[in-house]
Structure formats: C-alpha cells, structure tokens
C-alpha cells in the first residue's frame, strides 16, 4: 500500500462516513485500474490458483483441491462484507504512535460495509472498489494455506477454520499493517507494499502449522505422490504470474509511475526467479523440471510483493535471483531435512519468499521510489515485522486449530484418505 | 492356428499393424499395458521427492493367425517393432484350441 494515498484515506474515512460526497475527488484512470486491477487478483485465486494446486494433487483429490479454492473465495467474500473488512480497516481509536488495542483489531463500526455508499471514497477511488480490491487479497490468503493440507483435512473444519483465521489472523495483520497511522507494524515503519507479510509470511506459517498439526499424508515418504497433472499446474501459474500485475501494480491504488515501476520490478523478479530455481535444480539434480521453472516463477512472485513499489529493477533482479536459488532449497531440501508434510510447498514457497522479500526490501528501497531508502535500520524494522507476524500468525493458527482440533476433528478418516477426497467428500470424480 | 502376443513399445504400433495387414493378418486385439523387462523403470524426480517408476507403458497385441502364416507374422513384428535399443519387448506363440465367429457360427480356420 502507498503511503499517503492511504493516509488521506483515512481522513477521507474518518470523516466520510458522516459527510459522504467526495464523488467530485474521484480520479477516474485510479480507478479504472483498480477496477481492472481487482479482477487480475480474482483470477489469480481462481482458476490460477485452484489449478496451481490441483495439478499437484494425486488424481483421487484433484476435485477436492479445486474445491477449497473455490469455496473459500465464496466463503471469504461473505466474510469479509459481514467483519472482515471492518476489522482490518477502520481506524476508530487509531491515533499515531499511541499502542492500543485498535493498533491490532479495527472496530466493527463498518461491520456490514455500513456507511459505505456509491459516493463515499477511498483516495481518489470509490471505497467500494477500494473494498472489493482487498477482498481479493482476503481471498487468495486463506487460499494459499490450502496448499500445505491438500489431501488430508476435513471440509467443514477447514470452511470454520479458514472463517475464524481470516476474523482472527488475516484482518488484524492487515490492519497492523495497512490501516494507517496508529497501525501497530505500520508506526514501526514496515515496508510491505503488496503483502510479504500480510498476505505470503502470514499464509505460509499458516500452512506450515497446519501441516504439522495435521500429521503427514499416510504414506508420505514411502508411497509414489507424483503430481497428476502437471499441464494443470503450468496453466495456473501462468495465470498467477498474468493476475500479479493486479496484485503488485494494484497496490499503488493509482494509475501512476509508482504503479508502472511496480508492475516492471515484478516481471523481472519473477523471471530472473524462474530461472534461479531452474539452474539451481538443473545443476543440483541433472535436469531443469517444468514444475521447477513453474515454483521458480512463483516464488519470484512473492518475493517481489513486499518490495515492489519501494525498489528498483536492480535490486528486483537480486531479490528475483536470491528467491528462487533459496525457495527451491527450501521446498527440496529444508522439507526433507525437517520432516514435515507441506504438501504442495505453501511454505517453503510463501512464507520463505515472503521473508527474503520483506528482508530484502530494507536492503533495496530507493527513496524516490517510496519515500524510503534501504538501510540496516529498515532492514532490522523488516525483521521485526516478519518476527512479528511469524509469532502473531504461528500462535493463533495453533490455538484455532487445537480448539477444533476437539471440536471436530482436523482430519478425514483413513478410509477416506485412501479413497480419495472426491469420492469420500464430495461423492464426484474427475474421470 | 497360432496366438501371437507381441509386447512392444508404443510408438511401434502402426508400423507392426501396417506390417501385419500386408501379410493377410485378418484382425488384432491391441491392449495399454505396463510393465517392466530388462529395461527397467525410470526415476521421477519432483521439488526433489525422487519417485522410482517401475511400470512402463508399452502395447499389448494379439493376433490369431493360421499356423501357416506364423513364421511371417514373427519376422514382421520382429522387423518392425525393433529399434534395438532395450525396452523393444518380445513375442510370445501359443497354441489354440478353438476359434469360434460369433456372427456365423464358423468354427476353426474358417473363423479366423
């Protein structure tokens, strides 16, 4: 998120709701291009996502696996109407440099979008496209979690799951990060302009609880899981990495040169990533895989989230080359070493991309970029927030789940796993 | 009368069936098979989980012949289906004891 954009939102919040005619201060190309911007980030969810990892999947749980993408983007976009929003970005009670309780949850005054009409405003854009852009990003967060599941975890508990983690975890990070002054990580000084920590760390640690909580898949380790269909995956990441530009460029919440720079460094991050994870793997295994090149892209993608907007295209290349070289050791070689069962790499991709992002994003900010400029003090405020939301996100994933845990149970039977969740869940096949 | 069942590599199969019809092979039964020989399977490797595959895809075809046309159909699988590389598969002759065309009734030679 820009900076004052976001600031003078939220004077435009603050007082809009009680006066709301701002209808004369819209930019009409700002939001032609959060208009489009918002549907480039849908797609990037589904199909891109949803395919990314059904295409990973074992034949018996690809409906499945497409299921949870789907269901979560209907399911998130109520939730976010109904609190989400409210939580992550109203600012009662938010005053800067003052720590409070509304420095981490948002009041739900605008709980039911109330108060939001056709004029009200967000910058120079309507506040409802402002709303549903970062109902996209509310989206495809819970979204990636899935990926560190995939063929083990009960329907119904990941429906309540992914319902409480967005109330409880995604809209209190966002609004520590993105709603402006008195925002706990935002008074910090964090730099995240698209979601390294909001959306990426966040999903990733997520993930990795989940797994672990989880257990592994039966037979993880000893039985062949090789990916169904790997034209799937390709499919989805072409469309993640065509949606980024509205994930990344959107981000600006403007049509300006700060939103082309964006859109610039992301490209390059992405395919100097792409290449970096298929070298590393061509030179470390004998051959540069598809699936390789495909995660190569992706990781680059994540990395460049939080410095996009802050850096420039040298310092993209670095962080796109450091993203895939290290992503790719963590998915193969840090997994196998650690034992876990990430299924489809929703950590070693999310949560390590975003960290050598935020990271690297203290190193490479240039100041007529975004106003700051890299430094060992940025960089340290960077590892603050990512140890911030690493701990935010790590202990209250635990305690949700270890509640339903009891409730419900996390887990299919075993039956189930060894049917498969198209058959056992949801009584289809693909085939 | 002869069955031949030929185990060959995929990508063989229209030039054994064009083979065999030049010869007066009446009719084959082809099946998708896998399986491993000497060649072995081959390792997959993704995100670095190393999967070893032992089952290869390879054809199945059958063919009832008469037996005086056995030696010719051998020599034509043999010759096409060969790339001499391993994995080309192999020939396998049974005897039959009865051969019966559903639509006629026809029995023995006649039915083939």
Sequence with gaps: MKKLPIAFSLLVAMCGYAAPSFADGLNSGDTAWMLTSTALVLLMTIPGLALFYGGMVRKKNVLATLMQSFAITALMSVVWMVAGYS??????????????????????????????????????????????????FAIITPALITGAFADRMKFSTMLVFMTIWSLLVYAPITHMVWSGDGGFLWDLGVLDFAGGTVVHINAGVAGLITALMLGPRLGYGKEPMAPHNLTLTVMGAAMLWVGWFGFNAGSAVAADGRAGMAMAVTQIATAAAALGWMFAEWIAKGKPSVLGIASGAVAGLVAITPASGFVDPMGALVIGIAAGVICFWAATSLKSMLG????????????????????????????????????MGQVWIQAESVGVTIAYTGVMTFIILKVLDIVMGLRVTEEQEREGLDIALHGERVE | MKMVTAIIKPFKLDEVREALSAIGVQGITVTEV??????????????????VVDFLPKIKLEAAVAASLLDQVIEAIEKTAKTGK?????????????VIRIRTGETGAEAL
């Excluded at chain 1, 949850?105 to 506040?127: K, Q, R, V, Y």
């Excluded at chain 1, 991709?349 to 700051?372: K, N």
């Excluded at chain 2, 391993?86 to 009865?98: A, L, P, S, V």
Aim: aromatic share 12%; charged share 15%; net charge negative.
């Design chain 2, 86 to 98: 391993i994995g080309d598969g192999k020939i396998f002759i049974h005897d039959i004891d009865q």
């Design chain 1, 340 to 375: 876990y069962d990430d299924s489809l790499d929703a950590f070693g991709v999310h949560a390590i991309g975003g960290i050598v992002g935020a990271l690297l994003t203290g190193i490479f900010a240039v100041e007529s970029i975004g106003g700051t400029a890299g430094s």
């Design chain 1, 87 to 136: 939580i992550a970005f109203d600012t009662t009670g938010m005053e800067k440099g003052v720590t409070n309780f509304y420095s981490f949850f948002g009041s739900l005054n605008h709980a039911f979008l109330h108060g939001m009409n056709m004029d009200s405003m967000t910058g120079g854009i309507p506040e409802s496209v402002f709303m549903t852009f970062q109902m996209t």
């Design chain 2, 34 to 51: 896998k399986g491993f020989g000497r060649q072995k399977g081959h390792t997959e490797l993704y995100r670095g989980a190393e999967y």
